[in-house]
Structures are given as structure tokens and as C-alpha cells.
């Protein structure tokens, strides 16, 4: 029977709930059990994807291309867990299905009402993600924090979670923030207290408390939070500031918060294990032999959520070349006000991201001219790809005016362009190319010496493509066009011949990077930065 753990957050946002729920995944496998993870999002979007990346964050593609929460990623990274449309369900996807089902009639008869239809569409949900993963325990991140009026449906079905499945089957975990405050040299249960009174009033009594906090949690302090809260004191859970959030399921670990979890769910303990991933990944992380720095150029740099899985990708290639990976975030239109060099003379690396629309672009342009003249390592990343290929022609094709229809409707060069059954797309949400795809790569090339595979699969979001018409032209002057999409002959990499690692990519390689085994582009981009130093 599937194990079922539901994580709340109180008291404040961004205390971690996403890691902490991922690293609870992670605790769990090393357990030897099969954990899935579902995201429940209480907004009425039906996907985040038609969201601007400072509203959400960035937007998390899965293989079978659901437009997802960036916790999916964490979950992904942390877990052996495949997530897919199944595992994010939002408040928008719920009501949506209930209004068609009343449309056609399967209520006939009855009043809609939140309890129990809608709770009954979410049980629906989660069971359904359950069955699809075959896990032995699904953790089930209720996104907001507690006492928000959006996200009571969610709480209210987790509520009803434990009875239908039986106490033993359901697990609460709740967590919580423990601030300190400097004037009194204290810190304070009294946010918790509240918070999981709150919780309470819906009905649901938390198993285990997860307390952020910067100071270390005293006995007194947890005997206090246990009383108030009516908690266990083992499983008052203190989860202090880590320099690396890969930390987190060790630290979980040490307090036997996996024992807990069995215990309750009357699980035998397997065997238990995270050594490989202390010597891999933690070790590497805290004491880097090397340090490079790398330029990420985009417009949405003043949220770090935004280009979430990009920056922990370079974590990842850090730790597989022993380096610190210091990232320099650079808004594109700066660039676009003082210049390349200005901002860039002293990075060893340049990666242009993702993006959609005009704004910030030639920016960008002008980042890969630098770093295609000056052969400093360059990855760049969907919309840092087509980028890529309008500076290629624009000022080594001699296309002056080459473009984007995406930005120049009536470029006179649209080196990237949409393809036919995308000029038809009326509807925004879940239109684009998405998911997973094929890649077949040419021999010879960095991408193939990297991979080493001749065919690779690997995650797409974009409407625009290459413009085969210019595959010639381009190639003439040096662009070689190292992946293909064998079905449909589309672009999916271009590298340059005489540059030491000028590689652009029309997929995402950000989503499939995992700390203990980072994506081999990402590995090959800081290879390449350590040895220009
Ligand atoms: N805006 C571009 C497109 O739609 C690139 C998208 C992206 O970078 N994810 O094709």
C-alpha cells in the first residue's frame, strides 16, 4: 500500500519547502524504497507556463513536456524520480476538469461544491500521480503557506487523506520558521506555535516539525516547541542554514528523521546509505580545488529563482571539475549601455539563457559577439542559441538585418523563424515545442567528444526554430550544425570550428542536470573556462 507524506509551510514563504520535501525523497530511497513527489499549486493558472519568470520563477519542463513548478526540478535533482504532467497539479487544472465534468453532466443533479468535489477532483489527482510512479511513498508539497484562503482546498483534501488511507498510511510534516531576534538575543517558537495552530483548524495535527533556523536549537527550546505543538520532541526537526542545499538530507539524516518516517508507517528499515553522496557531492562542494567564474547573461537576472535549474547546473559542473563556480549575473541591457568588455573582461565563461521577447536581446547578441571573438567558453540555451545564429550571420554572414520573426516580423534574414504548424497557434498555454526529443550528433564535433553517444534525448520550450534555408550559407563560414532532430531535420546544436567551445543549443540541458552526475555540456562549459583560466 502506497505511503502517502503531505509537507505544509507556516509562518512565512521561501522557507525551503520544495528542498525539503526533495530531501525527504532523498532520505527515503536511501532507504531502498521508490518515492514520487507531486507539487500542488493553489494558483488558478492551469501551468505556470503562460506566467512571466518574476511572477513564478523559471517555468520547469518534463520529459513528457508538462510546463511545470521549479520544485519539480529540486525533486528530480535530488531523487530518482521521473515527474511528469502527473505530478503538479494546480488550483486551475482541478476546477477546470470539475466545470467540463459538470458541463457534460456526470453531477447531474447535484450542487458543485469545494467539499467534496473539488477536494475529491485533488485526492483524484494525487492518487492518480501515486499510481502512474508505482512508488512506495509519494510526498505531496502543498505549495503557500498555511492560513492563505487559496490553498485550504489542498489542506482540506490532505485532511481527508488520512481518512480514507488510515493513520498509518498518511504522514504530516510541517514546516516552520524559528527567527531570532537580535534586540532580545532570542529566538522566538511563538510564529510556530501560531502556525501550527493554524493547521490544527483545519484538523490536521503535524507527525513532524521541519524548523528553519539560524541558530542551533537548544533542548529547552525543543521540549518548548513540542509541548506547544504537540509534537514529538525527536521529531522536532532543527534544519540550520547549510552552505549547500545538497546538505539538507544528511542533516535530516543525522536527526533520524528516515527512522521517524518508517516508524510511522510501520516500514521495515532497509539498508541505509548516503555515503556516495557526502564523498560526491557535499565534500566537492565545501572544499573546490579550483574557481572560475562564469558571466549568466539574461534579462531576468534580479530573481535567482528564474534561472533556477541553470545555476544549479553550474553547481553541478563544479563539483565535477573540483570547482567553485562563481556566477556573475549580467542584465542584458546593461550590456546594451556599456558595452561587452565592459562587464565582461574578467569572466572565464559566458552562458546565455533561455528567454522570450525583444527586450534585452541584442544585449545578448553583442555578449556572444565577445565571446565568439575573444574564444571564451560559451553555452548558450534555447533563445541563447537563436541568439547565437542571427550574431553568426549578422556579422560573419554579412546578413546585416538577420533576425528573429519572433523580434522582426518582416526580417528580410529570419534565421529563426517558426515552422509551419506553429503559424497556425492561436492558444498561448501548452503550445510550444515541449519535452523531450531526439538528437542525433555529428561525429567530430564537442558535443559528441562530450556525450558520447550518437543519439541523445533531451527537453524543448520554444516556438521559433533554425531556418533551414540558411543551413548552407552558415556552414560556409564555419557554423557546424552538430545536432539534428533526424525527423523533422531541425537545428538542435550549432558549434563553431575554430573557436575552443562556442556550443549553442536550441534544447534545454538545465533540466537534466543532477548534482552527482552533472549534464556534460554544463561539464564541458567550465572544462573549457578553467583551462582560459
Ligand atoms: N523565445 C524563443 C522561442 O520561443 C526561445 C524560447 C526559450 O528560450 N525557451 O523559440
Not at 483524484?124 to 484562503?149: H, L
Request: some cysteine; glycine content about 8%; overall charge positive.
Amino acid at each position: 500500500m502506497t505511503k502517502y507524506i503531505f509537507t505544509t509551510g507556516g509562518v512565512i514563504s521561501s522557507l525551503g519547502k520544495g528542498i525539503s520535501s526533495a530531501s525527504i525523497g532523498k532520505i527515503m530511497e536511501s532507504r531502498g524504497l521508490k518515492v514520487s513527489l507531486v507539487k500542488l499549486d493553489p494558483y488558478i493558472n492551469v501551468d505556470p507556463g503562460t506566467m512571466n519568470p518574476y511572477q513564478h520563477g523559471e517555468v520547469y519542463v518534463t520529459e513528457d513536456g508538462a510546463e511545470t513548478d521549479l520544485d519539480l526540478g529540486h525533486y528530480e535533482r535530488f531523487t530518482k524520480a521521473t515527474m511528469t504532467k502527473f505530478n503538479n497539479v494546480t488550483t486551475g487544472q482541478v476546477y477546470n476538469s470539475v466545470i467540463s465534468k459538470e458541463r457534460r453532466g456526470d453531477y447531474l443533479g447535484k450542487t458543485i461544491q469545494v467539499i467534496p468535489h473539488i477536494t475529491g477532483e485533488i485526492k483524484d489527482r494525487i492518487k492518480k500521480a501515486s499510481q502512474v510512479s508505482g512508488a512506495d511513498i509519494v510526498i505531496v508539497e502543498i505549495g503557500g503557506t498555511v492560513g492563505d484562503i487559496e490553498s485550504l482546498p489542498f489542506v482540506e483534501a490532505a485532511r481527508q487523506f488520512r481518512l480514507d488511507e488510515g493513520y498509518n498510511n498518511v504522514l504530516y510534516v510541517h514546516l516552520t520558521l524559528i527567527p531570532y531576534v537580535r534586540s532580545a538575543d532570542e529566538i522566538k517558537t511563538k510564529p510556530t506555535q501560531h502556525s501550527v495552530g493554524k493547521l490544527r483548524e483545519i484538523g490536521i495535527q503535524p507527525d513532524i516539525l521541519i524548523c528553519r533556523t539560524e541558530k542551533q536549537l537548544s533542548d529547552d527550546i525543543k521540549e518548548k516547541i513540542s509541548l506547544f505543538c504537540n509534537v514529538k520532541k525527536d521529531a522536532v526537526i532543527e534544519a540550520r542554514d547549510v552552505e549547500s542545499i545538497y546538505e539538507i538530507p544528511l542533516i535530516f539524516k543525522e536527526q533520524g528523521l528516515d527512522r521517524l518516517i518508517l516508524n510511522h508507517f510501520n516500514l521495515k528499515h532497509g539498508t541505509t546509505d548516503l555515503k556516495d553522496w557526502r564523498k560526491k557531492v557535499i565534500e566537492r562542494t565545501i572544499n573546490p580545488r579550483h574557481k572560475v567564474t562564469i558571466a549568466v547573461v539574461g534579462k531576468y537576472i534580479g530573481l535567482q529563482d528564474a534561472y533556477k535549474s541553470i545555476y544549479e547546473s553550474l553547481i553541478h559542473a563544479g563539483i565535477q571539475n573540483d570547482t567553485k563556480v562563481i556566477v556573475k549575473k549580467i542584465d542584458s541591457e546593461e550590456i546594451e549601455k556599456s558595452g561587452a568588455r565592459q562587464l565582461l573582461s574578467d569572466v572565464s565563461g559566458i552562458l546565455v539563457p533561455g528567454g522570450f521577447g525583444y527586450r534585452g536581446i541584442e544585449g545578448k547578441i553583442e555578449a556572444i559577439k565577445y565571446a565568439r571573438e575573444n574564444n571564451i567558453p560559451f553555452l548558450g540555451i534555447c533563445l541563447g542559441m537563436q541568439c547565437a545564429v542571427i550574431e553568426f550571420a549578422r556579422n560573419k554572414c554579412a546578413m546585416k538585418d538577420a533576425n528573429s520573426t519572433e523580434f522582426k516580423k518582416s526580417a528580410k534574414n529570419p534565421v529563426i523563424s517558426l515552422l509551419e504548424e506553429q503559424k497556425g497557434v492561436k492558444n498561448m498555454g501548452g503550445t510550444m515545442r515541449l519535452g523531450a526529443y531526439p538528437c542525433r550528433i555529428k561525429k567530430g564535433t564537442i558535443a559528441a567528444k562530450l556525450y558520447k553517444k550518437s543519439i541523445v534525448s533531451e527537453r524543448h520550450r520554444h516556438r521559433y526554430e533554425f531556418n533551414n534555408i540558411y543551413r548552407k550559407s552558415l556552414a560556409r563560414y564555419g557554423m557546424i550544425f552538430a545536432g539534428i532532430y533526424p525527423k523533422r531535420d531541425l537545428v538542435e546544436m550549432v558549434e563553431l570550428s575554430t573557436h575552443p567551445y562556442f556550443v549553442a543549443v536550441q534544447f534545454h540541458p538545465e533540466f537534466k542536470s543532477k548534482p552527482d552526475k552533472a549534464h556534460p555540456l554544463f561539464g564541458g562549459l567550465i572544462k573549457a573556462a578553467l583551462r582560459r583560466g
